[in-house]
């Protein structure tokens, strides 16, 4: 997209979405890199609206000339009978937190599972993936799940307060990945005593759901821990884990990183990493 004067608009539609730095991320990228870019937060809970909004939503963001939306928290699954086309990884994972609009059409991605990814593979590079155990079945889990298996992790076990989410997430996965063993957990104590690692996936520790997901003491010092809540970038999870002696993993790479790939997606340009890294890191200070 070579034409600077013109003007991109995007947005994210989610509920409670006013503390994200998604928009920020993104303006500032844009603005180092020439672009008159524009990014709104459309907040269901704001606007008094819920997911059955999304179709007319999607419509009054085509009308303007949106290039994309970024998808959050309710809304990653319900949005997928509105699209024409989903990625291979955003059909796999049943969730999508980016929508490119272009041409009356509307293509559904998944830059969360890629955003863990890169995030784990720069923080934890030499991480055991021999056993992980994963807290949350829900669409980050999807997202984190298939990061670690697609990592190479050897066996996988997901709980959910929900057995029937991590029943049917593990089902998924275990498909997509026949060469590693995926299972629904239920009993966290035995799988925490094989364990080689954690990763956190529900939004318990953010600042609205404030506390530590499963017992401090089935923390050991040979786990590392990887969350995917920023706000705080240190969950009381963390500083656990810390205090025990694991090696940990903020959630901020993954923050940073989903907003990259959905930066390329939206401008089809490649963006400056270092860049939004130190803007992010800026923010969250």
């Keep these: 997209m070579d034409n600077i004067s013109q003007a991109l608009k995007a947005g994210l539609i989610g509920a409670g979405i006013q503390a994200s730095l998604t928009p920020a991320m993104h ?30 939503l999607l419509d009054d963001a085509e009308a303007r000339g949106f290039c994309g939306l970024n998808i959050t928290h309710p809304c ?15 059909r796999a994972l049943g969730a999508v937190n980016t929508v490119v609009l272009k041409d009356g059409r509307r293509f559904g991605h ?36 298939f990061a670690i298996l697609t990592l190479g992790a050897k066996s996988l076990t997901i709980f959910d307060q929900e057995q029937n989410r991590a029943e049917t997430l593990a089902a998924s996965m275990q498909r997509h990945f026949p060469q590693s063993r995926v299972l629904a957990g239920t009993n966290l104590d035995a799988a925490m005593a094989a364990a080689t ?12 759901y404030p506390g530590v997901p499963l017992p401090s003491e089935l923390l050991r010092p040979d786990l590392w821990v990887a969350e995917i809540v920023y706000f705080p970038l240190e969950t009381e999870l ?11 993993l903020n959630g901020g790479g993954m923050a940073v990183f989903q907003a990259v790939g959905a930066f390329r997606l939206f401008t089809g340009r490649e963006p400056d990493i270092a860049r939004m890294t130190r803007h992010f890191e800026t923010m969250t200070a």
Excluded at 76 to 90: G, M, R, T
Excluded at 238 to 248: I, P, S
């Design 27 to 56: 303006i500032q990228e844009g603005a180092a890199q020439g672009l008159r870019y524009d990014y709104e937060l459309i907040d269901l809970n704001q606007l008094h609206l819920t997911p059955s909004n999304l179709p007319a």
């Design 76 to 90: 990653k699954q319900v949005i997928i009978p509105f699209l024409h086309e989903l990625s291979d990884e955003a």
């Design 110 to 145: 998944n830059t969360d599972w890629w955003g863990f990814a890169e995030s784990f593979r720069r923080g934890l590079p030499d991480a055991e993936l021999n056993d992980v155990v994963q807290l949350g079945a829900g669409g980050a889990g999807a997202a984190t799940a």
């Design 197 to 208: 690692g954690l990763i956190h996936a529900t939004p318990m520790g953010m600042a609205k």
């Design 238 to 248: 963390l500083k656990e884990a810390a205090r025990r002696g694991c090696r940990v």
